[in-house]
């Protein structure tokens, strides 16, 4: 058994080997939507033109995110509102604040800003346009007369100081029937009548492909939006050139160019680089990745999340459960503990982990190594005070110290739960780190986020089945490790 815990020991440091991360000069954010993704690519290939090698960090969740790896450093660049920055990520700054404040304002914070990009991508309101004309519904204040119907915001929109709050208390607003949504989905559910009015970005291409009408926001309530770039000022000594070219792009897209461009990747299916290479009048740099190339490297991403989360887990987590078992009031305020810990709802836990980590892998490791502590605290508290207590009694009989105690006859005989802990930690970290592409750690979930937002049910299985399989898998492993490690006279076969 020495031996055989000896192999278990070098598994967890295997586990735990780094894989390195290569680092780009100029790092570039984008929302989880559509049009910020085209942004962010737009900005990629005019660090190209430039002679800038960069990298697009996809679908980083929304604003808070974004915005806290900015200023943290994580990324160089993103895609902003200029309304999103005077209502909630700025303080003490007038609604109407132009550029040249806002400016003013992020110089302190080591951010710069471009000059408007050209459009004003203003939140709206939206129902579809055979239901708004059976009710006469032709402005947000025509919904005060029909206090029953249905809405559907997206998340982030129900929450924000100029979201749904703010537009309840102008209009007076006394639906009660309102619920948060994604924002891809949000269409779809107006489309089918599971509600009845949702937020729009007014360069949607779903507005017109739905046939929604856009309510008049006849109280003034929503801001101007107009699209700039947000930059670390320091890019403007290390990337000069880059900076120079981002700047060229204001006042070159106007509504109508941002919708098309919307509308060729989220209702006609192209990728998102070539529709930019078109706008720009260059040649795309082609993605000749297939399938297999990109599976590979989901999986690599992927396993290595669950990989080094779970050997940090078992390093700490089963001498826990063994103070927890041999200490009975700490055991059960260490099982308390971490029993919070694994209520936190999985998102929450990623975003908590941004300002100490960053975004990236670092972040999400530290997130699914606090999910993975309970099942392996609790499993080996359980497998060490289930134990006979003869079988204890004999070994102090026989004059055997407590440590050796421990080594030679405790865990032997806790050995099958405590694999068990770990093998349902494993498992669970494997779908847990599909949320992890909302950080920028990639991973199964990656491709699962891209066919949400592009309705695509193709790429979400190109994600959701490799992780069904992977879990699989991880649960096959720790099962044969289980019979391996486990005394052949411990062993319980199964009888017919």
């Known amino acids: 058994m020495t031996a055989a815990w000896r192999t278990l020991g070098a598994l967890c440091l295997f586990l735990l080997l780094p894989i390195g991360v290569s680092a780009e000069p100029v790092r570039i ?25 960069a990298v697009h960090q996809r679908e980083l969740g929304g604003t808070s995110i974004l915005w806290t790896a900015l200023l943290h450093g994580d990324i160089d660049v993103y895609a902003e509102y200029t309304g999103t920055l005077t209502h909630e990520l700025l303080k003490n700054v007038s609604p109407d604040a132009d550029i040249p404040t806002l400016r003013a304002r992020l110089q ?60 309840r208390d102008r209009y007076g607003l006394t639906q009660t029937q309102v619920r948060g949504l994604d924002h891809t ?22 507005i017109p492909y739905y046939h929604l009408r856009t309510l008049d926001d006849d109280r003034h309530y929503f801001p101007r939006y107009e699209a700039v ?55 795309a740099q082609r ?41 009975k009031r700490l055991g059960q305020l260490v099982i308390g503990l971490t029993g919070i810990l694994q209520t936190v709802p999985s998102l929450a836990m990623f975003v908590f982990m941004i300002p100490l980590f960053g975004i990236g892998t670092w972040p999400a490791v530290a997130a699914l190594f606090l999910y993975s502590l309970l099942p392996i605290v609790r499993n080996t508290h359980a497998g060490l005070v289930g134990i006979a207590p003869e079988l204890l009694e004999s070994a102090a009989a026989q004059g055997l110290p407590r440590s050796v105690r421990l080594y030679r006859v405790e865990l032997p005989l806790a050995t099958r739960s405590i694999l068990a802990g770990i093998k349902t930690a494993a498992v669970i970290n494997v779908g847990t780190a599909t949320l992890a592409a909302l950080i ?23 994600g959701a089945v490799p992780a069904a399989v992977l879990a699989l898998l991880v649960q096959g492993l720790f099962e044969g490790i289980e019979r391996w490690l486990t005394p052949r006279g411990l062993r319980i076969e199964a009888r017919q």
């Open 29 to 53: 954010g984008s929302k989880q939507f559509t049009e910020s993704v085209i942004l962010g690519e737009l900005a990629r290939e005019t660090a190209r033109e430039a002679g800038i090698q």
């Open 108 to 167: 302190p914070l080591g951010i710069g800003i471009t000059d408007s990009l050209g459009f004003n991508n203003t939140y709206a309101i939206g129902m579809r346009e055979d239901r708004a004309a059976s009710l006469g519904v032709h402005s947000i204040s025509d919904l005060l007369a029909h206090t029953d119907l249905r809405f559907g915001f997206s998340n982030e929109f129900m929450d924000r100081e100029d979201g749904w709050p703010g537009l």
């Open 185 to 206: 989905l949000a269409y779809r559910a107006v489309a089918s009548g599971a509600v009845d009015a949702i937020d729009l970005y007014s360069t949607d291409a779903e």
């Open 229 to 283: 770039y947000l930059y670390r000022l320091p890019l403007e000594q290390s990337a000069p050139a880059f900076v120079g070219a981002l700047r060229k792009l204001a006042g070159r897209i106007d509504q109508s160019a941002m919708q098309q461009m919307n509308a060729k990747v989220k209702l006609q299916g192209e990728n998102e680089n070539m529709v930019v290479a078109n706008f720009l009048g260059i040649r």
């Open 287 to 327: 993605d000749d990745s297939g399938f297999w190339s990109r599976l590979l490297q989901r999986s690599i991403e992927h396993i290595k999340l669950v990989a080094l989360s779970l050997g940090l887990a078992v390093l700490l987590a089963i001498p826990l459960g063994i103070l927890a078992a041999h200490l």
């Open 440 to 462: 920028g750690a990639g991973g199964y979930g990656q491709p699962i986020l891209t066919g949400i937002r592009l309705d695509d049910i193709g790429l979400i299985l190109e």
